[in-house]
DNA sequence: ATCAAATCAGATATTTTTATCTGATTAAAG
DNA sequence: CTTTAATCAGATAAAAATATCTGATTTGAT
């Protein structure tokens, strides 16, 4: 089973709010982040990579390398991090599984299923990462 | 990505709700499931053996065989399969999967995510199946 | 008795996800 | 210029999820 999001998604969303919360221009390097988030390095490393080839973090080769968010905090969303990884499918598609949804053929969730969907989605989308910064660095002081 | 659910999970609730909504005490063969549901017959005849094992469905073997549900549809809910399927864990864990989880530390979505988590839950758990018998035909005739 | 149609258990295969390895390149610092 | 610490790209490995196969057993109908 796994809870909404890949392993890979789910890193990246820490990663970013952990990119937010240190940054003050300064680069922070793969294995930092592997470090104080638990994430295995070259998973991470890989991960961080293509969050940059979609746009959201810069990268710097070379000692004293590493990563920083492309733009500001109050300009990234959890939702583009999910876009980037995921893809935007699952709020289109049933979370009973059936092929085919439409207005007229609900699936027998529909109506509890629909609303919730659309909140998940508010959620992911509504506040931009620097809002979550106290609470991430909160939660990452417990890690 | 995945949609909250495995596909284990999913085609379990699928199955169980078509064993609901065609049930007149007639047995139903995993072959009948697999055409109307379009799941690969092998695999679903293994997910109803699994749900067979956890006491939800029983069957019976021979020509003329299949599956019926083991009590009354109007005593078992969607949640029934997800624990037999994919567990309850989810529920317990963190939609940016973050190891800790207290309300201590709570991480950055804790407050949105949730209320949603639970909400989610009691989606699964207030309704019985066969509340749902009726959207549940009307879903399976657009297959 | 034989056949046909079904479940059943266990093995196997395929695909996707998760994770690691290898070596190349880059750039700062000594 | 050499060392060191970092990203980078591509290959590979390991694990989990998804799907199929194989042959045995059961049971109703012919
Ligand atoms: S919950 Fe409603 S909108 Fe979503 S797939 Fe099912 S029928 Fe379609
Ligand atoms: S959302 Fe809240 S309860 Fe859930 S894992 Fe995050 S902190 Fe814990």
Same sequence: chains 1, 2.
Wanted: glycine content about 6%; charged content about 25%; overall charge positive.
């Amino acid at each position: 089973m796994t809870v909404i999001f890949s392993k890979k998604c789910e890193y990246g969303m820490q990663a970013i709010l952990y990119l937010a919360a240190r940054e003050k221009g300064t680069l922070v390097s793969a294995d930092e982040i592997s470090k104080v988030l638990k994430i295995p390095r070259e998973f991470v490393s890989k991960i961080l990579q293509s969050l940059r080839d979609s746009g959201l973090i810069s990268s710097s080769k070379g000692k004293s390398g590493g990563f920083s968010l492309a733009k500001p905090a109050s300009r990234i969303k959890l939702i583009d991090v999910v876009a980037a990884i995921d893809g935007l499918e699952m709020f289109d598609s049933c979370v009973l599984g059936f092929q085919e949804c439409s207005p007229t053929h609900p699936c027998p969730v529909h109506n509890t299923w629909g609303p919730l969907r659309t909140q998940t989605y508010d959620m992911l989308t509504s506040e931009t990462i620097d809002k979550l910064k106290e609470k991430t660095l909160h939660k990452i002081s417990s890690l």
